[in-house]
């Protein structure tokens, strides 16, 4: 799989504005301003391939990535930020567990976790995925902003706090410097062959 043929197809805010194909897809759900957007660009070599941004909240579409047409990656708009007002977010929680739940072409939903912290919204979304039929994949990104010392200790703390289990994955990632990606990319590659629906 050629990550750096990806190509950006659409935006939707509508299920019957999502593509009608049976092409794979892996959705990323994490907060708002976690690094969804800069991970996306990283793993295809591209930075002008998913918009970022340093003011959270401003993606409240489902963005779709087609990556080498063998899948697609599928960015969600960020949950849980506080300044957005509620009808807003309430508008992107129904959006995006309608996604979720209804969305036929999904073999895989990933959580993006800021390494250096993890709220109470993190925990939603994660239980959300242990109660799905979907495993538990989580990306840990921001990981340069943390002391090499330190990581693995605080991937420790996050398996604890997440009670993951042997099945469960916890990748630590950094957009800034790449570490990490090319573990992610080879997962993504056998994630699709294991899991291939259509
Ligand atoms: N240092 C560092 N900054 C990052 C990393 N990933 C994203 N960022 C920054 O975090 C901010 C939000 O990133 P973005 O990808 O737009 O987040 P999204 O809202 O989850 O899509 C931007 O200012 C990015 O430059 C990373 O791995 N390391
Ligand atoms: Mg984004």
């Known amino acids: 799989m050629n990550f750096q043929n990806a190509l950006f197809l659409k935006s939707a805010v509508f299920m019957n504005q999502c593509p009608n194909d049976n092409v794979c897809e892996i959705a990323l759900l994490g907060r708002s301003n976690v690094g969804k957007s800069s991970f996306i660009n990283c793993i295809c070599q591209n930075k002008k391939l998913a918009k970022t941004s340093k003011t959270p909240g401003k993606t409240s579409l489902i963005n779709f990535y087609s990556i080498d047409k063998a899948i697609r990656i599928v960015d969600l708009p960020g949950y849980g930020y506080a300044k957005v007002s509620k ?28 390494i250096r912290h993890t709220s109470n919204d993190d925990k939603i979304m994660f239980d959300w995925i ?33 009670k993951l289990d042997e099945d469960s994955k916890l990748f630590l990632v950094s957009s800034k410097t790449k570490v990490g990606t090319d573990e992610i990319k080879k ?8 899991n291939k629906k259509f």
């Open 87 to 114: 009808v807003e977010k309430n508008k992107w929680a129904k959006m995006i567990e309608t996604f979720l739940e209804t969305r036929k072409n999904l073999i895989g939903v990933f959580l993006i976790l800021d």
């Open 187 to 194: 997962f993504i590659e056998s994630f699709c062959l294991r």
């Open 130 to 162: 242990k109660n799905s039929k979907y495993c538990i994949v989580i990306i840990a990104t921001k990981t340069d902003k943390i002391l090499k010392t330190k990581l693995n200790l605080i991937a420790e703390d996050i398996k604890r706090e997440f």
